[in-house]
């Protein structure tokens, strides 16, 4: 087995819990190198990982390394000229959710590593999930017939992250939508098979976080509070079936943290989290539950899974051309809620 070079961009947290690990852990993979333009956290994660090589500036890591494949975890403002410049330095590239900024920056990654001939993924790892495995299963068998509505959600009491650039909008894009709202989105589009935007409405609000100050994941600074708290909004598609989407970062509700995919179909129901599915066949009502681990390692997954479809052994699960497809939905939401209008697609 030849031995794949990897390397990492930007040492904060989701680089250092989640992807660093993940890498050593997977069978003929070599971490060569990491760079963030804080020098000192690079160095701190080069000796922490024991990885021979760190860098303030990520081309020079490229070209010294020589990666194969690269991860970019770096804040969503920096996510395109970073992935561009480790697609034309020959290296398959994982990027962190979202893919970008804005649409054309999602369509020109897409576009550069197809003309580079490189792999292009993005970080929505909860889809590695068993959960997501079995339905998937079960919809693409026909279980539950024509999916003509879902309500999908990711709601946060006061989940406001007290760490990074979470409530930067000018680095972030925006807040709870760009963020955990873009995973959901990314889960009920994919079992539903991507079908074809017709009408985006939404509506978004931002009444606690420029008001209040500490939550469940540390404090923030409400003077520097730049995004929305809350995003509800209504997808209508060209198959005539419609989503219903609820995100938020804090929200005055019951538990500390909601999050649920549910589908409705015109044989059966069913909820992801955890997998379920209700009968809608004439006679007793059932629902069959099936075994679900929350605490599922899905980071590990999506870097092995990427890791295997670098060296061809299997198909991309998450590809870029998803990525624009989520990337285009998210844009639509955040136009509609600040115009009021509608937005075709």
């Known amino acids: 087995m030849d031995i794949i070079r990897a390397a990492v961009i930007g040492a904060g947290q989701i680089a250092r819990v989640s992807h660093l690990p993940a890498y050593r852990s997977a069978e003929g993979v070599q971490v060569v190198g990491v760079s ?7 160095r701190k994660l080069a000796e922490d990982f024991s990885i021979p090589a760190y860098f303030d500036d990520h081309r020079k890591m ?3 390394c020589r990666p194969d494949v690269v991860s970019v975890c770096v804040p969503n403002r920096f996510h395109h000229a970073i992935t561009l410049d480790a697609l034309r330095a020959g290296a398959h590239v994982l990027c962190e959710k979202p893919p970008a900024m804005n649409v054309g920056e999602a369509e020109e990654m897409a576009q550069t590593a197809r003309a580079q001939g490189r792999l292009l993924s993005y970080g929505f790892h909860l889809r590695h999930g068993e959960n997501v495995r079995i339905l998937k299963d079960i919809i693409d068998r026909g ?7 879902a309500d999908v959600q990711w709601l946060r009491r006061r989940g406001v992250p007290g760490w990074g650039v979470f409530t930067d909008k000018s680095m ?5 939508l760009i963020d955990i709202g873009a995973h959901a989105l990314d889960l009920a589009v994919y079992l539903m098979g991507y079908p074809e935007v017709d009408y985006v409405c939404a509506d978004m609000f931002n009444a606690i976080g420029t008001t ?9 600074d409400p003077e520097r509070y730049t995004v929305e708290d809350a995003l509800f909004g209504q997808i209508r598609f ?12 804090a929200l005055n509700m019951k538990e500390k943290d909601r999050r649920q995919v549910t589908l409705y179909g015109d044989k059966k129901g069913a909820d992801l989290f955890p997998p379920a599915v209700y009968s809608g ?3 007793p009502a059932w629902n069959q539950t099936y075994p679900f681990e929350p605490a599922e390692d899905l980071h590990t997954k999506e870097i092995h899974a990427f890791v295997a479809a670098c060296r061809g052994e299997r198909d991309l699960l998450v590809t870029a051309e998803q990525g624009v497809y989520v990337q285009k939905l998210i844009a639509a939401l955040y136009a509609s809620a600040e115009s009021k209008k509608p937005v075709f697609c």
């Open 36 to 42: 963030d333009v804080r020098p000192e956290s690079a």
């Open 238 to 249: 060209r198959t005539g079936a419609v989503m219903k989407l609820s995100t938020s970062f």
């Open 281 to 283: 066949d004439d006679g």
């Open 62 to 64: 490229l070209e010294q």
């Open 172 to 176: 972030q894009g925006g807040g709870p």
């Open 212 to 220: 209040g100050r500490n939550g469940f994941f540390g404090s923030w």
């Open 143 to 149: 279980g539950l017939g024509r999916i003509y509505a």
